[in-house]
């Protein structure tokens, strides 16, 4: 069983940055492939970023690249979303989520979900 806490969200003004972070619980954290996903109103819940059990191999959906950067600390069982020239657009509750065998970036491919952290990007 792995529970999940996101913290860091908050309210930024059009090209502002965040850092999300996600604590984990549990001695195997380092074993699972970990993801951020957002969902926007009245929209399905999308990937943003993915990062494998090592850190040696990430993922971005192509509307966040070369402006987010996931990376891990499985140390302190903690992953973490930079999020730089942030876009009204990107605007949504962001979900930390892991997955024990990353197949797909899909939803359903995780197994564990923490409880979101709302981000709002001002114009």
């Known amino acids: 069983q792995v529970q999940l806490v996101e913290s860091g969200g908050g309210l930024v003004q059009a090209g502002g940055s965040l850092r999300l972070s996600c604590a984990a619980s549990?001695?195997?954290?380092?074993?699972?492939?970990m993801g951020w996903f957002r969902q926007a109103p009245g929209k399905e819940r999308d990937i943003v970023a993915v990062?494998?059990?090592?850190?040696?191999?990430?993922y971005y959906a192509d509307s966040v690249k070369g402006r987010f950067t996931i990376s891990r600390d499985n140390d302190k069982n903690t992953v973490y979303l930079q999020m730089n020239s942030l876009k009204p657009e990107d605007t949504a509750i962001y979900y930390c989520a892991a997955a024990w065998r990353l197949v797909k970036t899909t939803p359903n491919n995780f197994d564990y979900w923490g409880q979101g952290t709302q981000v709002t990007v001002s114009s």
């Open positions: 990062i494998r059990g090592s850190g040696g191999s990430t």
């Open positions: 549990g001695r195997t954290f380092s074993r699972y492939a």
